[in-house]
């Protein structure tokens, strides 16, 4: 009964009316109080200046204050309709898409349109995101900006580029992992990076290739843009890798066969280590080994180690005060030290099934 009634009482502007079947008396209306027409003729007559280069797709934002979705849920408590918010967002849609030439994408967009309750309407850039796979070829660079005072970093160096090249306002490096400052990265880590407010929307990937190349530092391969969702799947994923280590002592044949036979294709135990426990919790962790080899080139002789993705390799080697069980410093009863680390090889192979 009181259902029935209050829908006797209610009455809807054109635009409200028409999300509801048109049950209801038309005139002033109870849900927008005639904001929703206001704000259609407000897009309609905007001039819209669309501040990127080479834009082709853009995503809406409306804001809908909370008493106004409050009184439409009175209505949706005696019939079904469509809701104010979709119902708005589709016509604003429309009305820009005509407007600018551009095609609406809600997750991978070059510009946001924001239109308020007024009917004011917004332009915000979006950030642009490039992947990429990076080599690092010196011993006095990090991975991130601020994380060591030596050198710069990776991200100063192909962020600085590609923030330049893209007319940014800033730039953020989102990685698979990291190696420390004095490893060098010969396989090529996958890694986003985030360009803030990007106005060049399709920079040329080689000219940026060759810019970062030419520092003979750092070297990038398999740039491509890529949406938002990217990040996620590059920062959540471990991937397992091979190494070069270059120990601090030649070791003798037998010392080899010592280290393979307590090593190669065994679990081995790792407490956080002393040098990064102030930045991580201090937990053990188990890791496996998958394969050890020994060899020679120029340098001198190396061990090959293929581990799991997590595994401590200076660690493995020196073992760390007795913390890594076992390592090769425990298994030979003598200090040995890692005196050059190369990352050879990253198992990331679903990683290009998924970017390309």
Same mark, same amino acid.
């Given at each position: 009964? #009181?259902?029935?009634?209050?829908?006797?009482?209610?009455?809807?502007?054109?635009? $409200? @009316?028409?999300?509801?079947?048109?049950? #209801?008396?038309?005139?002033? $209306?109870?849900? $927008?109080?005639?904001?929703?027409?206001?704000?259609?003729?407000?897009?309609?007559?905007?001039?819209?200046?669309?501040?990127?280069?080479?834009?082709? #797709?853009?995503?809406?934002?409306?804001?809908?204050?909370?008493?106004?979705?409050?009184?439409?849920? &009175?209505?949706?408590?005696?019939?079904?309709?469509?809701?104010?918010k979709s119902w708005?967002?589709?016509? %604003?849609?429309?009305?820009l898409a005509?407007?600018? =030439?551009?095609?609406?994408?809600?997750?991978?967009?070059? %510009?946001?349109?924001?239109?308020?309750? @007024?009917?004011?309407?917004?332009?915000? %850039? =979006?950030?642009?995101?490039? #992947?990429?796979?990076? =080599?690092?070829?010196?011993?006095?660079?990090?991975?991130?900006?601020?994380?060591?005072?030596?050198?710069?970093?990776?991200?100063?160096?192909?962020?600085?580029?590609?923030?330049?090249? $893209?007319?940014?306002?800033?730039?953020?490096?989102?990685?698979?992992?990291?190696?420390?400052?004095?490893?060098?990265?010969?396989?090529?880590? !996958?890694?986003?990076?985030?360009?803030?407010? /990007?106005?060049? *929307?399709?920079?040329?990937?080689?000219?940026?290739?060759?810019?970062?190349?030419?520092?003979?530092?750092?070297?990038?391969?398999?740039?491509?843009?890529?949406?938002?969702?990217?990040?996620?799947?590059?920062?959540?994923?471990?991937?397992?890798?091979?190494?070069? %280590?270059?120990?601090?002592?030649?070791?003798?044949?037998?010392?080899?066969?010592?280290?393979?036979?307590?090593?190669?294709?065994?679990?081995?135990?790792?407490?956080? !280590?002393?040098?990064?426990?102030?930045?991580?919790?201090?937990?053990?962790?188990?890791?496996?080994?998958?394969?050890?080899?020994?060899?020679?080139?120029?340098?001198?002789?190396?061990?090959?180690?293929?581990?799991? /993705?997590?595994?401590?390799?200076?660690?493995?080697?020196?073992?760390?005060?007795?913390?890594?069980? !076992?390592?090769?410093?425990?298994?030979?009863?003598?200090?040995?030290?890692?005196?050059?680390?190369?990352?050879?090889?990253?198992?990331? &192979?679903?990683? *290009?099934?998924?970017?390309?």
């Open positions: 009964m #009181f259902s029935a009634i209050f829908k006797h009482m209610i009455i809807l502007c054109e635009f $409200c @009316n028409q999300r509801f079947e048109k049950k #209801f008396k038309q005139g002033e $209306c109870y849900i $927008c109080r005639g904001n929703v027409e206001r704000i259609l003729k407000n897009v309609e007559g905007a001039k819209i200046e669309i501040p990127v280069k080479n834009a082709e #797709f853009f995503s809406i934002s409306t804001t809908i204050p909370k008493e106004v979705l409050l009184r439409e849920e &009175d209505v949706f408590d005696i019939t079904f309709g469509e809701s104010i708005l967002n589709a016509k %604003v849609v429309e009305i005509k407007k600018t =030439k551009l095609k609406y994408n809600a997750s991978n967009s070059d %510009v946001n349109f924001t239109v308020d309750w @007024n009917g004011n309407i917004f332009t915000s %850039v =979006k950030n642009l995101f490039i #992947f990429g796979r990076y =080599k690092k070829y010196s011993n006095e660079l990090s991975q991130s900006r601020g994380y060591w005072k030596g050198k710069g970093s990776v991200e100063e160096i192909i962020g600085g580029v590609m923030e330049e090249e $893209c007319e940014g306002t800033g730039h953020s490096l989102h990685a698979s992992g990291r190696e420390d400052v004095d490893a060098l990265n010969f396989a090529g880590r !996958p890694f986003v990076m985030e360009i803030l407010s /990007a106005k060049e *929307r399709k920079p040329d990937l080689e000219r940026i290739k060759k810019r970062i190349n030419e520092t003979k530092v750092v070297e990038v391969e398999d740039l491509k843009i890529v949406d938002g969702g990217t990040v996620a799947i590059i920062t959540d994923s471990h991937f397992d890798k091979t190494y070069r %280590v270059y120990l601090s002592e030649r070791l003798s044949g037998e010392e080899m066969k010592k280290i393979r036979e307590r090593i190669e294709g065994k679990i081995i135990e790792q407490w956080t !280590p002393k040098r990064v426990e102030r930045r991580r919790v201090n937990k053990m962790r188990k890791r496996k080994i998958y394969r050890i080899g020994f060899g020679e080139d120029e340098e001198g002789q190396y061990a090959g180690i293929e581990a799991e /993705a997590g595994t401590y390799i200076k660690e493995l080697v020196n073992g760390d005060g007795g913390r890594t069980k !076992p390592s090769f410093s425990e298994i030979l009863g003598k200090p040995l030290e890692c005196k050059k680390l190369i990352v050879i090889a990253i198992k990331d &192979d679903f990683i *290009r099934d998924v970017v390309g």
